[in-house]
Every structure is written in C-alpha cells, then in structure tokens.
C-alpha cells in the first residue's frame, strides 16, 4: 500500500498555509484549476489540498495528453497498424487507452506492429532499420512534446527517410483553457499555470486571461511547495486586487518561452480548424496538424483512416472530469468498473489522469484526514 | 512522457547538424537531441531537463538535483521512464 509522501520541508509548507489562510476573504470560496496532469499527480501525492484552508478548493483540468484522445483517433491508430507491413509507434502511456476497438495493446495481441519508444527520434531510427516497412509515429502531448515530433520530421526530411510518417494529434492548451472559461457548467477563480508546456510557450499566451476574466494566472512547478507557494500568489493578487499573470517557476520558465522550439512548431504544424477532445467536444483551432509543406509525412494523407468519431462509453465521466465539473471519485464507475489496471476511461490510465492519481494516492489522503477528524 | 528528466552535459557529439549530446543521466550516458536549444549557450557540465530525448531547458545544479529527488519519489512511474530512457538510440 502507498501512502501519500511526506513534504520536504513541512515547516515551510506549514507556514505557507498559514499565510494562504490569513489571505482568505471570510465567507468567499475559491476554485483555483491546475490545468495540467504533473500538477494533479503532485497534488494528489503529496496531499496538497490537505496543506489549504476548506475554501479553496483545487479543481483539475484537462490538461493530461494521453486523456484527452478521443476514442476514434485511438481506432485510427489500429487501422494504421493493422495494414501490412506497417509498424506504429508510441509513447509507452498510450498501449492501454481504450478505442472503440479495443486498445493499441490488444490490437498487438491480434497481430499488430505497435512499438513502445521514448522519443520520437527512436521512431525515426525504427523507420531507417527497417527501409522494407513503413514506420508511423502516433504523436501525443501538448507544447511540451509537440517541438520534439517537429524536430524529428525535419530530421526526416533532411536525411530524405520516405517510410516514415507522423499520425499527428498533438493538441494545444490555451483553446482548452478557453473552452473551459466559456463553458457554463463552472465557475472558476484563479489558474495555476503548466510548468513544462510554459517553457516552450512562455507567459505571455495567457495574458488574455487575467485582461479578459480578471482571473489572476500563476505558472508554477512540480514541487508540492511550488503548488502551495503559485496559490499563495494567486490568494496574494486577490488580496490586493491585482489579476495578473506572475511566474512562480521562473528558474525554468522563461516569460517569453523557448524560441526555437516556437519557430519550429510554426514551420511544420499549422493549427487543425477544429479538432475533438474527449470529454469537452470539438474545439476550434486546438490542436495541430502537419502544414502543407511536409505533407508528405502526414500520416492521415498517406493512409485511408475510419476517421469516425466514436461516442465514449455511456458510464464513463471523464468528460466531467477533464472539465473540473466532477471529482474523480464522484464518477459513477471510479474505483469499481474502473481501476487503473481495467480503465473505462483515459483519466485511469494514465499517471497524470486525475482519476489514476486520486485512485493510487488520494484515497489514502482522504483516510488520513478521517483518522484525524476521529481523534 | 510529460516527465522531465535532469541530465548533465558530458560530450558535444559531431554530425548530424550538432544536434547531438551525451548527458549524463542518473549516472548512465545517454544521446539527447540539443536542436531546440540553439538559443542558449550550453558547456560541459551544464544541466538540462530533458523530454522525450530533446533537451527543452538549462536549469542550475540545484534544480537539476531536486527535479531529480522528486522523479524519484515517483517510484514506477520513474522507473518505467528510465527503462524506456535505457531503451531509447538516439541518433
């Protein structure tokens, strides 16, 4: 059994909570959304909720690559594999996301090529030791992989590898943090800001938010006290009436980004006018596709796919989830039909799914604080 | 996938547009991909987190160093990442 972890420095995590608390407006509720899955994960690990006073409340958003693939693009990916002499492959967080058919992993079981690697660059290596087979990378992830997969498709063309192609569902965040703003089914506070996906786009993308909402941004860390220390300078710009965006994790993010990884995804993606998540509908211009000019690695134009949208199971909540509308364990099937070794849902598959990560460490939290009440 | 690994530079490796590096991680050398950081002057000994092969940032010794004891606080999920790290050539 694992317990949550302790905090490194719990002095320090105790008197930040004391300060988040003497920020408190009396009477007023806070929801504060980390829009990314590292976030989650580190919050439910660490029982970080445990660390704030009842009325801010950390709500978890879609922000986990892996969770947000809608069923069908998984069944594309079969089909891709399924076709003779074709090897796909992928992060090793995507074998086990349920399609409409099955997963990528049993799709192996009936005779597919699908391979695990690290990095796509492993993709492309693939690609030139087997010249006789067509090599297909089923690319994922927000900013932070996005530059990478670019990189590698300049790789490609460089070196002139013809097996190789790029089925592309790389997506992007500030659609989806917008698609949250507009939807009406929550009201939202403040954001903690990704930390990874702002070293590749910096601070300035979310500068719309604070002008736009009055909703103060705040990019942090991955350290439990660099949760604790980003709330308390979103309770600190409520206090004095500011709503900005600030950098709590500026000894890794720069506010203007990485440059270079900007001006590479400009030369080979363009965005996608639309594109599907899972759980929050299709959204304009969210995600990226190969632009015209490396078309020829574009694994959607090299194959016939389904393309079919495929509705996610009916007792499935991960929508709700991904939203920040429902807590993991207020889904119908968490826990019970669906646990990390058979999820129905993405947000049990993967480690930054906010179900995966309550179910391996936030129950636990939850029982600590239960003993405590008891005494 | 989304995990980001410290590494420390060892050797600036020729070819392929000098794009190549050996990193030191966790004690195993490895080849990462340093194309996407053209903009930074990076030197020998000097610390990056690295994604899916690519370095994305410089970061001192002491972030390097406490990005490293929370990767390891992970438990599996850490352990898979450098089994598929152990499994990566880069070239």
Same mark, same amino acid.
């Given at each position: 059994?694992?317990?949550?972890?302790?905090?490194?420095?719990?002095?320090?995590?105790? !008197?930040? &909570?004391?300060?988040?608390?003497? =920020?408190?407006?009396?009477? +007023?509720?806070?929801? $504060?959304?980390? #829009?990314?899955?590292?976030?989650?994960?580190?919050?439910?690990?660490?029982?970080?909720?445990?660390?704030?006073?009842?009325?801010?409340?950390?709500?978890?958003?879609?922000?986990?690559?892996?969770?947000?693939?809608?069923?069908?693009?998984?069944?594309?990916?079969?089909?891709?594999?399924?076709?003779?002499?074709?090897?796909?492959?992928?992060?090793?967080?995507?074998?086990? !996301?349920? &399609?409409?058919?099955?997963?990528? =992993?049993?799709?192996?079981? +009936?005779?597919?090529? $699908?391979?695990? #690697?690290?990095?796509?660059?492993?993709?492309?290596?693939?690609?030139?030791?087997?010249?006789?087979?067509?090599?297909?990378?089923?690319?994922?992830?927000?900013?932070?992989?996005?530059?990478?997969?670019?990189?590698?498709?300049?790789?490609?063309?460089?070196?002139?590898?013809?097996?190789?192609?790029?089925?592309?569902?790389?997506?992007?965040?500030?659609?989806?943090?917008?698609?949250?703003?507009?939807?009406?089914?929550?009201?939202?506070?403040?954001?903690?800001?990704?930390?990874?996906?702002?070293?590749v786009i910096g601070c300035r993308p979310y500068e719309w938010i604070p002008r736009d909402f009055g909703m103060p941004l705040v990019c942090a860390g991955f350290e439990p006290l660099d949760l604790l220390q980003s709330v308390y300078m979103i309770m600190k710009q409520f206090s004095e009436g500011r709503a900005e965006v600030e950098n709590q994790y500026s000894r890794v993010v720069a506010y203007d980004g990485n440059p270079v990884a900007l001006r590479v995804l400009a030369d080979v993606f363009a965005l996608r006018p639309f594109f599907e998540w899972r759980g929050l509908g299709s959204i304009a211009h969210s995600a990226l596709q190969l632009s015209p000019r490396y078309a020829q690695y574009d694994a959607e134009l090299r194959y016939e796919l389904p393309g079919v949208r495929v509705a996610d199971p009916k007792a499935c909540q991960c929508g709700e989830v991904l939203k920040g509308v429902l807590k993991p364990w207020e889904c119908k099937v968490f826990g019970t039909a669906c646990t990390p070794e058979t999820p129905i849902g993405t947000c049990m598959v993967s480690s930054e799914g906010a179900c995966a990560a309550y179910y391996n460490y936030g129950q636990y939290a939850k029982q600590r604080l239960n003993l405590e009440v008891l005494r | 996938m989304c995990l980001a690994i410290p590494g420390q530079l060892v050797e600036f490796l020729p070819g392929n547009a000098d794009q190549l590096a050996l990193v030191d991680v966790v004690g195993v050398k490895r080849k990462i991909n340093i194309g996407l950081m053209d903009d930074v002057k990076l030197e020998i000994g000097d610390y990056v987190l690295i994604h899916v092969g690519f370095a994305m940032s410089k970061v001192d010794e002491k972030e390097a160093a406490e990005a490293l004891s929370m990767l390891e606080l992970m438990g599996q999920a850490f352990t898979d990442e450098l089994q598929a790290v152990a499994e990566s050539s880069i070239e």
């Open positions: 059994m694992r317990f949550v972890d302790e905090f490194r420095d719990p002095e320090l995590a105790e !008197v930040l &909570g004391r300060q988040i608390t003497s =920020l408190c407006e009396p009477g +007023r509720h806070y929801k $504060i959304m980390e #829009v990314c899955g590292g976030h989650t994960h580190t919050i439910y690990r660490y029982g970080v909720q445990d660390h704030l006073p009842e009325n801010i409340e950390l709500v978890h958003g879609p922000g986990c690559p892996v969770c947000v693939i809608p069923m069908g693009r998984v069944d594309d990916g079969i089909a891709i594999a399924e076709r003779d002499g074709v090897i796909l492959t992928c992060f090793g967080d995507m074998m086990r !996301v349920p &399609g409409g058919r099955g997963s990528f =992993l049993e799709a192996n079981a +009936r005779g597919a090529d $699908i391979r695990m #690697v690290y990095s796509p660059l492993d993709a492309l290596r693939i690609a030139r030791d087997n010249p006789d087979r067509e090599v297909v990378f089923y690319a994922i992830g927000f900013e932070t992989t996005a530059p990478s997969t670019a990189l590698t498709i300049l790789r490609a063309a460089k070196e002139g590898i013809e097996n190789f192609s790029v089925f592309c569902s790389h997506v992007t965040i500030i659609p989806a943090i917008k698609a949250i703003l507009d939807s009406p089914d929550l009201r939202l506070d403040a954001f903690i800001g990704p930390g990874h996906v702002s070293t | -």
